[in-house]
């Protein structure tokens, strides 16, 4: 009996004890979980990438720990998301496989997924987040960045700014956000106070009103070959645009408002030296992307050297502007976009092959420069514009084969690349893209130091220039057809596609 008892007595302690230390256990991940996620932690991270390369449009793996670049805004703070909470977040998907960063993914997952606050209370709130949010009529691009809670933020800025420190007064930003399951705390400074002598911030009004200043930036938008419409003194949609437009040129942040930054960029002189400009004592920015021009365009190395000329590609894909027939190229990009699933299909068939990562745009901007008017419908040869109902006849002539008739679409395509080789190439960086591509249809024009229209044509690198019949080249015959850069510059812009 008192075996017994005292067996009952033990099983009883026993099952108390795990049971207390169940309730203990569950208590300390409970107790990890509210403090283990806090808004600090993210700073650490964004503070290690400072002074790294931005591109826009970059495509940034958002498991990889070791990325060090280059980033876009939204690509580095889902980046910082991802690596220090374990969150796919502004990507347009929780799926990590399918993530694609976003700023407008940013202002859709907020309400949803996140904690909308005002953007005052973000500012002052380490590891809030800032959002200002795309729109389409016009055009603007969105931004987001992580906030230190001193007034500053952490962002991927611009191609001349990189990823860095930057100032939260005097720019727009619609809503602040906080991340469901991470712990805040706001600065103990309180609420930051207002700046004594206000940036001067020159930006779009509803209705615009005359201001001699915005005649002297329409001026110099005119100066620097970006065309802002009428010089009238009021900041109205086309003056933004051509703002945005002249910051992309520049490597500035895009925001289609003229501060500081932009205002000097322009050569206006009416913020004076003392003004305030973005914080960046630890994050100096690179030199400036400084590209020569002439009555050509931009100028160019003479190299026909690929290693040579790799940053030179860069460099101008990520200062290029779509500055003319917008609507033309445009069609042409909805007409690709729609066609995305077509391109997809015939990629697919090189798996296991050189070409097997060649991306599905290459072929669709192949198919763009041979005969745009066959983009969605797929009627002709990917050489030269042939129909398919026979051989090719134009250069290179019978193509894919000198006899038969109704070839199909791929089977053209296919040999039209092997033809050129590129169905061997396995380097798919954008710079190595845009060099097949200009050495695809010839070197020429470099050889003279300009930029070849069939990359360039209707951007801000090209204004005339080109060969108007086998080695006759025309000074002053200008390309009316849209280069490559425009239209994949374009894709980009749309979110249709990511470079590297």
């Known amino acids: 009996m008192v075996f017994k008892l005292a067996i ?56 990889n720990p070791n990325w060090t670049g280059p980033w876009d805004c939204a690509e580095y703070v889902s980046w910082l998301v991802y690596q220090t909470y374990g969150v796919v977040f502004g990507c347009g998907t929780q799926n990590l496989d399918d993530a694609e960063p976003y700023t407008g993914y940013w202002a859709e ?30 055009k603007r691009i969105g931004h987001v960045g992580v906030c230190i809670g ?21 720019r727009r930003w619609d809503i602040g956000m906080l991340l469901r399951g991470v712990n805040y705390t706001a600065s103990s ?68 408002e003229v501060g500081p930054s932009t205002g000097r960029a322009l050569g206006l002189t009416f913020w004076g030296i003392s003004d305030p400009v973005p914080p960046t004592p630890d994050n100096p920015p690179p030199p400036p992307m400084v590209i020569g021009t002439d009555a050509f365009g931009a100028v160019v190395n003479k190299s026909k050297d690929f290693a040579t000329l790799r940053s030179e590609y860069e460099r101008l894909f990520a200062t290029c502007v779509v500055q003319d027939k917008n609507q033309e190229i445009a069609s042409l990009v909805s007409r690709i976009a729609a066609s995305r699933d077509r391109y997809l299909g015939f990629v697919s068939d090189y798996a296991g092959q050189s070409a097997e990562n060649m991306p599905w745009y290459f072929v669709a901007l192949v198919h763009s420069m041979e005969a745009s008017g066959d983009v969605g419908r797929f009627h002709t040869h990917l050489h030269n514009g042939d129909p398919l109902t026979g051989p090719t006849t134009h250069y290179p002539p019978g193509r894919p084969s000198a006899t ?19 169905d061997q190439e396995t ?33 801000n690198h090209y204004i005339k220039g080109k060969y108007i019949a086998d080695n006759v080249w025309s000074d002053d015959a200008v390309s009316k057809q849209p280069g490559v850069a425009a239209i994949l510059k374009m894709l980009v812009d749309n979110g249709v596609v990511s470079v590297i």
């Open 8 to 63: 009952g007595l033990w099983s009883r302690l026993n099952v108390s004890m795990v049971f207390s230390v169940f309730i203990i256990t569950y208590r300390y991940k409970q107790f990890s979980w509210e403090v283990g996620m806090l808004g600090t932690d993210i700073l650490t991270k964004a503070k290690s990438h400072v002074g790294e390369k931005y591109i826009f449009g970059a495509n940034v793996p958002l498991d």
């Open 427 to 459: 380097d798919w960086s954008l710079a190595r893209m845009l060099y097949n591509f200009e050495r695809f249809n010839g070197m020429g024009p470099r050889g003279k130091g300009h930029t070849t229209a069939y990359l360039w044509s209707y951007s």
């Open 150 to 170: 001193d007034g500053t933020i952490y962002e991927a800025a611009g191609a001349n700014l990189g990823v860095r420190i930057g100032p939260i007064e005097g």
């Open 189 to 256: 400074g309180g609420a930051i106070p207002a700046p004594t002598n206000p940036t001067l911030i020159l930006r779009k009004q509803n209705p615009a009103v005359f201001d001699e200043r915005v005649v002297d930036v329409q001026e110099a938008l005119k100066s620097n070959r970006v065309d802002p419409g009428r010089v009238d003194g009021l900041f109205g949609p086309g003056t933004e645009r051509a703002v945005s437009s002249f910051q992309l040129s520049k490597g500035l942040i895009v925001d289609g």
């Open 404 to 422: 038969g008739s109704n070839f199909s679409w791929d089977e053209s395509a296919r040999d039209a690349l092997s033809l050129e080789k590129l």
């Open 109 to 138: 997952d907020a309400p949803s997924r996140g904690i909308v606050i005002p953007a005052d209370q973000a500012s002052k709130t380490p590891g809030a987040f800032l959002i200002r949010k795309p729109s389409t009529n016009p």
